[in-house]
């Protein structure tokens, strides 16, 4: 088998990663063609100094990274010196504990020292400067061109050509699909093309009429001469690397020079179009001329932490560029525009082998299984998300934003507000705070439900859960529990499926039966062929051929779209609609003056048209919070007249009114009720029975995609997503402990203000899953007890969502 012919464009790290692991899997018609020499081709794996710090808060970015190390351990392409990242701040110390959870949960080991202890393992430090440190022992120092020639190497004895000096200068389609790769030297014909062109990679996708999210940014890395404390250092280096993230700096040896790295400066991007060929560069395309000024602070604060850098001078210096995203994560994945052609970018050496493992599984065996690649999808942006503003601005931030402490909550600032409801002018006059979700400016409070606080003894979580928090948010759980509230539930991505084919496509994509009776409402699940989830869906039948289905994001736009068959329409609603959640024990004393739906008739899972007022709309009787309720739905002109209906019927004839309640209160109803939450509490990795979601799979209703990989993952379900109740409010993402063995990870996690005890969804091995059994969380310094408890917490028998 040599599979289908694949054209690599670059011969960098990321290429090259792929090239290997591709022909490892008997691929082996594959050519790699790079405008530069290789290995050294100019590009940013040519001058990158190759430090590999595996800790990362996504769990993905992680295990690659892992992988990375351990390949190229084995390529003898890497130095474990370790890695060592310093506190000088009290707020960095902690976080350096949110880091060493985040190890303990992806299985990477990891050690806090203390000063004393920072300073016997890198003696350069000023013990008066550091607070502590994180030290991670299989860090090191990536040799990144040797990796290239390693696997290139490797590539070429299985039968793949290497082709250095071809630039691409075209891509050429014939029905929407590649057929060639078009080179200063020829074509070269192409079932698959891959870009790994790492900083020119929007100008190579724009071949096809692709727009890659990402900004080229120029950053800076000097050199010192002499260093006297290592001075006579013959090895390469034998410290470990280091960070020192509140200055924006790391550090690496170089026998007895340092190499110095510096994300503190202003941030300095470029066109992938205004980079230089590889003949006109003076040094290599990817190397800009070093500005000094840009510099100094790094210097001082360096001569600050380490006093041996005193006596010694910056002698070298560039301003090399490499790829920023909008959201700090790679670009992975197929084009929608055009079949066969692939991306892998804004990968760092730090996890290309991974990304080149991860490409290769996908490739070849049509889903990745290594990896959990949801955040990693290049199609997973939402259309404003790719404007060339937009992508500027986000890359730019993220350069500035990457030695800093982001809390999970953290909106982004800029750009801002982007979208907003039709409720929006509605939500500023009632005081929200808004943070935002794909864009969408939504509440998480309301300033004006402050009286609502009266009599109500709300409880404070600790400090880190306190941000982007105010008691507020009890009040209004509890207050959706007494009477009724409205959530803007807008941002919720919205589908609709239309066309004779609808029904078959569905039951095909689904897990769920969907052909039921017009009116029907259907909680079920998208899975991949390995089994694995990739969203949670409501599908509503709103006529014989015509659905709308609740979707998580673009991801599943795009996952539909191309199963879809030409008679099948798809298309996304939710920017012309609108969504207000009205939910509570009054919700139907609120809404039944208003319409002429019987909606004591509705049924808990059935949705129909009607008016409220004057305003057409769709309800769907359902409710995340758990309480009777629907989700109704207008078009986006008329949100304001629904919203204006709703709330002036509850101002005039319900005894307290109606509140409007933000996404606070939602999370802690939510996890009352053990709502998962995809992409949060489960992702592609899992499958329906571990994640608890079992009940939504139809198996006996005939074939969906999944099914047969199913069958086999019934009956060897070895963890289990876990409901417990904990002696303390965490984030989401700290370890979960047995005793002293990390054994899972928590996914969400909320204050419940109806049952009045703090709550933690996670993954768990089976054996541990049983109610009653106590485990620990690790939150920052502390150990927080949690048992394991039956769930849901809240109304187990449904009488409120069925009343
Ligand atoms: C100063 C600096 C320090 C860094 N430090 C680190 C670090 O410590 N740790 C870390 O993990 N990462 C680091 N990085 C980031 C890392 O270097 C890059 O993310 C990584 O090397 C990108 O690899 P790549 O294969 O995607 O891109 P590249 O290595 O740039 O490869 C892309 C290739 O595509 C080729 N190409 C482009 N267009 C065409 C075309 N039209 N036709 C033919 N060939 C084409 C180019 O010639 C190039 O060889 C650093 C980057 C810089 C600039």
Request: glycine residues 10%; negative net charge.
């Amino acid at each position: 088998m040599t599979g289908q012919s694949v054209v690599i464009i670059g011969a960098g790290v990321v290429g090259a990663a792929l090239a290997d692991e591709l022909s490892a899997r008997g691929w082996t018609d594959v050519t790699v063609v790079d405008q530069g020499d290789v290995p050294a081709t100019g590009g940013s794996s040519s001058h990158a100094p190759g430090l590999v710090f595996q800790i990362n808060g996504s769990k993905t970015m992680t295990e690659m990274a892992r992988y990375t190390v351990e390949k190229f351990v084995e390529l003898d392409s890497f130095l474990q010196v370790g890695g060592l990242e310093v506190a000088t701040t009290p707020e960095r110390l902690a976080e350096l504990r949110r880091r060493q959870g985040w190890a303990a949960s992806w299985g990477v080991e990891a050690r806090l020292l203390s000063p004393e202890e920072c300073v016997a393992m890198h003696s350069l430090l000023d013990r008066d400067k550091v607070l502590g440190g994180l030290y991670i022992p299989t860090d090191g120092l990536a040799k990144a061109v040797k990796a290239v020639d390693a696997q290139l190497s490797r590539a070429r004895e299985r039968g793949v050509r290497v082709l250095p000096r071809h630039e691409v200068l075209d891509v050429r389609t014939e029905g929407g699909r590649v057929a060639a790769v078009v080179t200063g030297q020829g074509e070269i014909p192409a079932d698959i093309v891959v870009c790994c062109a790492g900083i020119w990679g929007p100008r190579v996708a724009r071949m096809v009429g692709m727009e890659l999210p990402l900004t080229p940014l120029a950053h800076q890395l000097a050199w010192t001469g002499q260093v006297p404390d290592l001075a006579g250092q013959t090895v390469e280096a034998s410290r470990p690397i280091l960070r020192h993230q509140d200055a924006d700096l790391y550090y690496r040896e170089r026998f007895d020079t340092l190499g110095i790295g510096y994300y503190g400066h202003r941030p300095m991007p470029i066109s992938s179009d205004d980079i230089l060929s590889v003949d006109a560069a003076e040094v290599m395309p990817s190397v800009l001329t070093f500005t000094p000024d840009d510099f100094a602070g790094a210097w001082s604060e360096t001569q600050s932490l380490l006093p041996s850098t005193r006596s010694a001078k910056v002698e070298e210096g560039i301003n090399g560029l490499f790829s920023f995203t909008t959201d700090h994560l790679p670009l992975m994945g197929q084009s929608r525009e055009v079949e066969g052609f692939w991306v892998a970018e804004a990968v760092w050496v730090t996890h290309s082998a991974g990304v080149g493992r991860a490409m290769a599984e996908w490739l070849v065996d049509g889903h990745c299984t290594s990896f959990d690649l949801h955040e990693c999808d290049v199609n997973r942006f939402e259309p404003h998300q790719i404007a060339p503003d937009y992508v500027l601005a986000r890359g730019c931030q993220n350069y500035v934003e990457v030695y800093d402490i982001i809390h999970p909550l953290q909106p982004m600032e800029h750009p801002r507000p982007l979208r907003t409801s039709p409720f929006h002018p509605r939500q500023q006059e009632l005081g929200a705070l808004f943070l935002e979700a794909s864009g969408w400016e939504r509440p998480q409070w309301y300033g004006a439900n402050e009286p609502l606080l009266r009599g109500r003894e709300i409880p404070a979580p600790g400090d880190w859960a306190a941000r982007y928090w105010s008691p507020i948010v009890g009040a209004e759980a509890q207050a959706t529990r007494e009477s009724v509230a409205m959530y803007d539930m807008t941002a919720l991505k919205r589908l609709e499926v239309s066309g004779p084919g609808a029904v078959a496509f569905l039951q095909r994509l689904t897990t769920g039966d969907v052909d039921k009776s017009v009116g029907s409402v259907t909680y079920c699940l998208l899975l991949d062929t390995d089994g694995g989830i990739r969203s949670d869906v409501t599908v509503a039948r709103l006529g014989p051929q015509h659905f709308q289905v609740g979707a998580n994001g673009n991801l599943d736009l795009d996952w539909l779209d191309r199963h879809r068959p030409a008679d099948v329409y798809l298309r996304d609603i939710t920017p012309g609609t609108c969504c207000v959640g009205v939910w509570g024990p009054k919700a139907r004393e609120l809404v039944q003056p208003l319409t002429t739906a019987d909606l004591t008739a509705l049924r808990y899972f059935r949705g129909t048209r009607a008016y409220i007022g004057n305003v057409p709309v769709t309800m769907l009787r359902l409710s995340y919070v758990g309480e009777l309720g629907w989700e109704i739905y207008t078009t986006a002109d008329l949100g304001l007249k629904l919203w204006d209906t709703l709330w002036g019927a509850g101002r005039d004839r319900l005894p307290g009114g109606v509140i409007a309640a933000g996404r606070g209160a939602f999370t802690s109803l939510r996890l009352e009720k053990g709502y998962r939450s995809f992409g949060t509490d489960m992702t592609f990795e899992h499958d329906p029975y571990e994640a608890g979601l079992g009940f939504a799979v139809k198996l006996d209703k005939g074939d969906f995609i999944g099914r047969d990989a199913l069958l086999a993952r019934k009956e060897s379900v070895t963890r289990r997503l876990s409901c417990l109740l904990t002696d303390e409010v965490v984030m989401g993402r700290e370890p979960v402990y047995d005793g002293d063995r990390a054994v899972g990870h928590v996914t969400s996690a909320a204050y419940g203000h109806t049952i009045g005890k703090a709550i933690a969804y996670a993954w768990l091995p089976a054996s541990l899953a049983t109610p009653g059994q106590t485990v620990h969380i690790g939150y920052f310094d502390r150990r927080v007890k949690a048992v394991v408890a039956e769930e849901p917490l809240f109304d187990p028998a449904m009488t409120r969502l069925r009343g």
